[in-house]
């Protein structure tokens, strides 16, 4: 790994402008050669990655989802049997038996982020890398990689999996589960989808979109005149009157302004909805399974001791970690980042900056314990002694992943550099 970015100010004119989304310093990187990491040099967040990175590799997994998606939705993905009985799922019926039990919010979850945004995000994703490989650059280009970046977050594949195998691995105690065509073709989806995002350099890809130079460079001495696109990164000139109004990104299309509006309110009355919602998340049992071939209530703590008392410890600690772990660490790490730009703090800015990356990185992982309910109610439905139910806790559960993942979007991690008075430092 090297350091290749230099402070703006301090640097010769070759090389890109660049700003840091998380900071707001504007500094200049050359281009990358295949392996490096250049970092920030101000709050050590990765700006430029090409390690790792190739477009046709991302191409050819992308569409490789994208196509493995069509049987994992379609074809058989599990099966149980007890007493010479059978139940066989597909995918979809996951989201029509939560409906019918009547939990409509956690079908309509189910439905967008496992069924409606992957396959979007992977069409697009292809589209886009499709056509950066000819000359033409239509105008649609830029809004739709935004939108598929802008479903990374909600296209759940890969939390999905996880899901599936603990709840493959509770189905398992009980009663004889089998693993169908569509849940293997999911599993490949998803490993794949993991590559394609890994091996995407999307820097590169903007810059084949829409060249960097010729928004705000040739005068962007002058920080202040320059503003960051969120989306695309691309430096684009402020208008000069009225001042708070968002100029329309020349790239992507995406509205650009000089931080995120009312962005520290909008971001703690996220929370706070959260905080409220966490106690009847964690006090009511989120779902009913059979065990020992009694119907169990268990709570989002009881399901992890459940899990440790099975002996399946890996399943038990990344359950712990993804159900109780990191909504905590989320609302605890995001109030201490609010409170540190209300209060002007100076100190460790890194290492809030560092705080951030990470709650925008594993918020969606809370996502597991419902999914592992989307996914074993089609198939545990036999009698009154061997069924599985969600409970009333699944729905505010959800409700805390999703209003605290948007907590997380709604802050801009530059007003605590701002407001330390740094910003030009
Ligand atoms: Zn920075
Ligand atoms: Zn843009």
């Not at 697009?124 to 499709?130: E, G, H, K, P, T």
């Not at 905080?275 to 071939?293: C, M, Q």
Request: glycine share 6%; charged share 15%; proline share 6%.
């Amino acid at each position: 790994m090297t350091d290749k970015v230099e402070s703006f100010e301090k640097s010769d004119p070759a090389g890109a402008i660049i700003g840091c989304p998380n900071c707001g310093l504007l500094q200049r990187a050359a281009d990358c050669m295949g392996t490096e990491v250049a970092f920030c040099g101000r709050c050590r967040t990765p700006l430029v990655h090409c390690a790792g990175k190739s477009l046709d590799v991302s191409l050819a997994c992308a569409s490789a989802t994208l196509l493995l998606l069509i049987p994992a939705t379609f074809e058989p993905f599990l099966t149980t049997s007890a007493f010479g009985a059978t139940r066989s799922s597909i995918l979809p019926s996951s989201a029509l038996a939560l409906w019918h039990e009547g939990w409509p919010l956690l079908a309509i979850v189910f439905c967008l982020f496992v069924l409606i945004f992957p396959p979007i995000r992977f069409a697009a994703l292809v589209v886009v890398l499709w056509t950066i490989r000819g000359a033409a650059r239509p105008r649609w280009l830029g809004p739709l990689f935004r939108l598929t970046n802008a479903l990374q977050t909600w296209a759940m594949l890969d939390v999905f999996f996880l899901g599936m195998a603990v709840a493959y691995a509770r189905l398992h105690i009980s009663i004889l589960v089998t693993i169908d065509t569509g849940a293997v073709c999911f599993v490949a989806a998803a490993v794949l989808s993991l590559i394609a995002r890994a091996t995407l350099d999307k820097r590169r890809v903007w810059r084949l979109i829409g060249p960097e130079a010729g928004s705000c460079v040739s005068n962007a001495r002058s920080s202040d005149s320059c503003l960051l696109c969120p989306s695309c990164d691309l430096l684009v000139q402020k208008k000069a009157e009225p001042e708070s109004e968002p100029t329309r990104c020349p790239r992507c299309g995406a509205l650009v302004r000089a931080r995120r509006p009312d962005s520290v309110s909008r971001s703690m009355a996220l929370l706070v909805a959260a905080v409220l919602l966490y106690f009847p998340a964690n006090l009511y049992p989120i779902a009913t399974i059979p065990i020992e071939f009694r119907p169990t209530a268990y709570t989002v703590f009881g399901g992890i001791v459940d899990l440790s008392k099975s002996r399946l410890i890996g399943l038990a600690v990344l359950v712990f970690c993804a159900s109780f772990a990191i909504p905590i660490l989320k609302m605890v790490g995001l109030s201490y980042c609010a409170v540190s730009s209300i209060r002007r703090s100076n100190q460790r800015l890194i290492s809030k900056t560092r705080i951030y990356r990470l709650l925008e990185e594993i918020g969606r992982w809370s996502m597991i314990d419902p999914f592992t309910i989307a996914c074993f109610i089609p198939v545990m439905d036999f009698n009154a002694l061997l069924y599985g139910r969600a409970g009333p806790a699944a729905t505010p559960f959800a409700a805390v992943v999703i209003l605290t993942t948007l907590a997380v979007k709604c802050f801009d991690p530059r007003l605590m550099w701002d407001r330390a008075g740094r910003i030009h430092g």
